[in-house]
């Protein structure tokens, strides 16, 4: 087993972790590499690691790795994950952001998650994506597929946009909004949740639609098969431009009526998670279901 080793280089918390798991696989006898950015500090914040400056690197950890660990939250995750793009290496994401739905490992089990790969007492967990074209071509993104959600949203202080949905050909609803979230399941506890979107389970096979902010009291989340096409037709007020987002990269639209498509992806991420670990596990941990909020700490 050989272990691609990334992270966030722009948080100051990435170090210590960083740095402690690396001396322990060395102790281990463990095979890694690390990506080139994370070499660069390592050397500068851990000069006491053995051959800090010539730690194993690789420009692209896929070439090599069999598992990656990605240091940071789940934005880092998400990049990560579109690094890794269609070569679908399993990716064990440490948290060292903040909620960490995807970054489900915390830094202080990060150690025995290791030992439980290595044991063999792990899972990996196949995550949908969702693919988007604009007239006909990919999005013109530094992706064109997406792990958590596509949105269509107004840009700046325009007012609200209109909508237009059909699901497999089938007008569905105009919705006059701020804007539309389509969520995967993963991205379900992301900005669809925010929006008033519903909590969906990994695996289940479908994509949420939740407006944003619609002019209607009416007008609620959606949920279909992840085997639907969804079609888009943005108009905007004064025919101004809209923005078209996918796990946070984002691109000006800026011709009314370009249909957009949505639809299932080719590949799916996949995820490592420990064999005794269950997302409900990770529900109640990060968003303190049933937690005391009146103790006294």
């Not at 609200?160 to 609803?173: E, F, M, Q, T």
């Not at 959606?222 to 025919?239: E, F, N, S, Y």
């Not at 992806?265 to 968003?287: A, C, E, I, P, W």
Request: net charge negative; with cysteine.
């Amino acid at each position: 087993m050989i272990y691609g080793i990334t992270g966030n280089v722009q948080k100051d918390s990435l170090w210590e972790p960083a740095g402690r798991l690396l001396h322990w696989m060395e102790r281990q006898g463990l095979a890694y590499c690390v990506h080139p950015e994370l070499r660069s500090g390592l050397a500068t914040h851990h000069p006491d690691l053995p051959n800090a400056s010539g730690v194993p690197c690789v420009d692209t950890l896929t070439d090599v790795a069999d598992i990656i660990i990605s240091f940071g939250g789940d934005g880092t995750l998400l990049r990560c994950a579109h690094e890794v793009d269609q070569a679908e290496t399993p990716i064990l994401g440490i948290n060292i952001g903040r909620l960490g739905f995807l970054a489900a490992i915390e830094v202080r089990g990060m150690l025995t998650a290791i030992e439980q790969i290595e044991a063999g007492a792990y899972l990996i967990d196949p995550r949908t994506t969702l693919k988007a074209t604009v007239a006909g071509q990919p999005a013109a993104l530094p992706w064109s597929w997406a792990l958590n959600e596509w949105v269509v949203e107004r840009d700046g202080p325009a007012g609200l946009i209109s909508v237009d949905v059909k699901v497999d050909g089938v007008p569905l609803n105009n919705y006059w909004a701020d804007g539309l979230i389509m969520a995967t399941p993963t991205g379900s506890t992301a900005y669809s949740l925010a929006a008033g979107g519903p909590i969906v389970v990994p695996g289940s096979g479908v994509v949420t639609l939740s407006p944003l902010a619609a002019h209607a009291l009416t007008v609620r989340p959606v949920v279909l098969p992840d085997t639907a096409t969804i079609d888009i037709t943005v108009q905007t007020p004064g025919r101004q431009g809209y923005i078209l987002a996918g796990d946070g990269a984002s691109a000006s639209i800026g011709v009314e009526e370009t249909q957009i498509r949505v639809e299932r992806g080719n590949h799916r991420v996949r995820l490592v998670r420990l064999s005794d670990q269950h997302y409900f596990d990770t529900l109640r941990s990060k968003l303190m279901w049933g937690a005391d909020r009146n103790a006294r700490s």
